[in-house]
């Protein structure tokens, strides 16, 4: 299934922060209604981070910084649990009751849905994306998926009860993710997904392992996530990001709606149609059809510099926060956009003279954007991503915790 490509898209971040002091834990207790479950696996989420329950049902993930983390616990026949705990001045203890998977438990008749695959196939590029990166990447359960259209609100969803499992032989991860949600507008080509992702590393030999590496810090280099860690540091011009303001205005040379849609309906009916399209150049069918493809806006880039300084506030201790107007126009300069990317119609506009550096665009839905030290988003639905950062997805993921590596 194609569809347009300049769709604009929101991949939600992990909660997750990190500051100096790595000396607290997450320790808790895994009980169903009757009884303490050993070997419940838990994870935290965007992490390679994990363990499991003892035989008395506890666990302890310890050398954790302050911080938020979503802590995922997921065990056979039950339902997947999942809390978000907040680090801050001393270690955290949870208490974690699971619920039967009423799934796993009962026999379930699926109704064969003859629209799955087309869905199916809408689904993983969205979520997997149509990188070079994607191409070795594939989801290898795909069955785990429940999938549901809503033919009046033309939406699609999907979600899962247990680990989506995706192989990424580009990266080297097996990506554990519990999709909590993803919806697609056939209305606005919007996409929206949220979930829970555990990497785990994958073997291969030294040379595998250096090429791994190598397109790791290419997939990291100039994502979101880079973007926002050294947005945090301070440092987003040194690392290579060079920011603007990008304004949408109404377009002058435009005639209003009101007057092109009336003089269609005049021009489209009665035996005067024919002969004012013929001879009237002016006053033509035709002349009012173009008026009215004409775009009703226009975007005006400010070239001026936006300095970090006055665009980053502070929250907490833990937490900055940026507001805007109009929309963030962010360069990228240590990277060009491909000539593939420019095919696939997530390109920005930008004046021949900017270059062909990777450009993607913030636009703010619910201000502010409240955002970690390690780059991770708190409000993650409070905007919407255009340009590179909307084509990059699942397959160009990294851990939160991901470091570049040196190359030798």
């Known amino acids: 299934m194609s569809l347009k490509p300049y769709l604009i898209i929101l991949l939600i971040a992990i909660h997750f922060s990190a500051v100096a002091q790595d000396n607290f834990s ?17 994870y935290l989420s965007g992490t390679k981070i994990s363990t499991i329950t003892n035989a008395e049902g506890k666990f302890t993930i310890s050398k954790l910084s302050a911080g938020s983390y979503d802590v995922l616990v997921q065990v056979v026949g039950y339902m997947p649990y999942s809390k978000s705990i907040i680090i801050s001045d001393k270690s955290v203890h949870m208490d974690v009751l699971l619920t039967s998977n009423p ?102 030999s030294k040379s595998k392992i250096k090429r791994w ?23 987003s011009g040194s690392e290579g990001f060079v920011l603007h303001k990008l304004a949408t205005i109404g377009n002058k040379n435009r005639l209003p709606d009101s007057v092109i849609n009336a003089n269609i309906k005049r021009l489209s009916t009665g035996s005067r149609a024919i002969n004012l399209l013929t001879f009237n150049k002016d ?4 002349f009012w059809l173009k008026e009215r493809s004409k775009p009703k806006s226009m975007a005006v880039l400010n070239k001026a510099q936006i300095l970090t300084d006055t665009l980053v506030k502070t929250y907490n201790q833990d937490v900055k926060y940026i507001n805007f107007t109009d929309e963030l126009f962010v360069m990228y300069t240590k990277e060009k956009e491909t000539e593939e990317f420019s095919h696939l119609g997530f390109q920005v506009s930008r004046s021949p003279d900017m ?17 970690y030290k390690n780059g991770s988003i708190a409000n993650p639905r409070s905007f919407l991503y255009k340009g590179f950062w909307a084509y990059e997805k699942m397959a160009d993921a990294v851990p939160i915790e991901f470091k570049p590596v040196e190359i030798k």
């Not at 997450?26 to 838990?42: F, L, N």
């Not at 799955?116 to 594939?138: M, Q, S, V």
């Not at 006053?283 to 035709?286: F, H, I, P, W």
């Not at 270059?355 to 955002?371: D, K």
């Open 355 to 371: 270059g062909n550096y990777q450009v993607s665009l913030i636009n703010l839905m619910e201000p502010p954007i409240f955002f």
């Open 103 to 204: 799934v796993m438990l009962n026999e379930v008749v699926i109704k064969p849905d003859p629209n799955r695959l087309a869905y199916l196939n809408l689904f993983k590029e969205f979520f997997i994306g149509r990188t070079p990166n994607a191409k070795d990447c594939k989801i290898l359960n795909s069955e785990v998926l429940i999938i549901d259209y809503d033919k009046q609100q033309r939406l699609l969803s999907v979600k899962s009860n247990e680990f989506l499992i995706i192989e990424n032989k580009a990266l080297g991860y097996k990506i554990k993710y519990m999709l909590q949600a993803f919806e697609y507008s056939y209305r606005t080509h919007i996409v929206y997904f949220a979930g829970f992702p555990f990497f785990e590393e994958m073997q291969g």
């Open 213 to 235: 590496n190598k397109k790791r810090n290419t997939a990291y280099y100039g994502s979101s996530q880079h973007f926002f860690q050294s947005l945090y540091e301070g440092k």
């Open 283 to 286: 006053d033509s069918l035709n």
């Open 26 to 42: 997450i320790s808790g207790t895994v009980r169903d209604e009757k009884e303490t479950i050993p070997g419940a696996a838990i």
